[in-house]
């Protein structure tokens, strides 16, 4: 089993439309948690860390359920530049040391057309 | 953030070569790291690099295949050694400032094509 599952997508949805990405993680001890954006050929870049309370940034919401082990991603009303790769992150853990080293998702794609 | 600069950005090399990437960072940082990201794979981290000792590997990754050098807290290298096509991937630097702080910063990746 892998350590972090990812929708594959690809997501197309139109301008304004909500769209909402999945990931879950095989470590319950796993700490901290972070969606990554990734335009093509580029390096990936921090979208935002996700905490146990949920967080909100603008259109992004991220949360976290512990109980089932998956963190979400959620855009709403979606913009032409929002179409990019979303990575889910999560922290390694071994021997209960994480030296923040992350596991990445495969990533979902997103296309959002006018 | 930190500034990662990474060279090359990308080259393409004959099999049985070996390339080394080069990663600077504007400010100290304590973790650095090498990943991988193969053809519509997702990043698959290689190795730590330790400042003044051995890169700590993850599984699958050994360091007469990848040996990593880091000399300082701004610097390192990480060389991909006798270079078959199955190396040819997108290899990036990330780091991260603080032992409390795991957000990730990469540099901008080396496009590699081997063939």
């Known amino acids: 089993r892998k350590e972090v599952e990812q929708d594959p997508g690809p997501f197309n949805v139109p301008e304004g439309a909500t769209v909402a990405f999945n990931c879950t993680y095989s470590?319950?001890?796993?700490?901290?948690f972070f969606w990554y954006r990734q335009d093509c050929r580029k390096e990936p870049k921090l979208l935002m860390s996700?905490?146990?309370s949920g967080n909100e940034d603008g259109r992004f919401t991220a949360q976290l359920n512990r109980a089932s082990q998956y963190i979400s991603l959620l855009i709403r009303d979606s913009k032409l530049s929002d179409s990019a790769t979303y990575l889910c992150?999560?922290?390694?853990?071994?021997?209960?040391?994480?030296?923040?080293?992350?596991?990445f998702g495969r990533g979902t794609q997103l296309t959002v057309w006018p | 953030s930190a500034v990662i600069s990474q060279k090359p950005s990308r080259d393409i090399c004959q099999r049985g070569t070996s390339l080394t990437i080069q990663c600077q960072v504007d400010?100290?940082?304590?973790?650095m790291f090498w990943y991988r990201q193969q053809p519509g794979q997702s990043l698959t981290l290689i190795a730590t690099?330790?400042?003044?000792?051995?890169?700590?590997?993850e599984s699958g990754f050994v360091i007469d295949k990848f040996p990593i050098s880091r000399p300082n807290l701004t610097f390192s290298t990480l060389t991909v050694s006798n270079m078959s096509p199955e190396d040819s991937s997108i290899y990036l630097c990330?780091?991260?400032?603080?032992?409390?702080?795991?957000?990730?910063?990469f540099g901008s990746g080396t496009q590699l094509s081997v063939l």
């Open positions: 990330s780091v991260h400032g603080t032992a409390t702080n795991e957000k990730l910063f």
């Open positions: 470590n319950s001890a796993s700490q901290s």
């Open positions: 996700v905490y146990s």
């Open positions: 992150a999560v922290n390694i853990v071994v021997g209960g040391s994480t030296l923040g080293r992350l596991y």
């Open positions: 400010s100290q940082v304590t973790m």
């Open positions: 690099a330790n400042q003044g000792s051995e890169a700590t590997y």
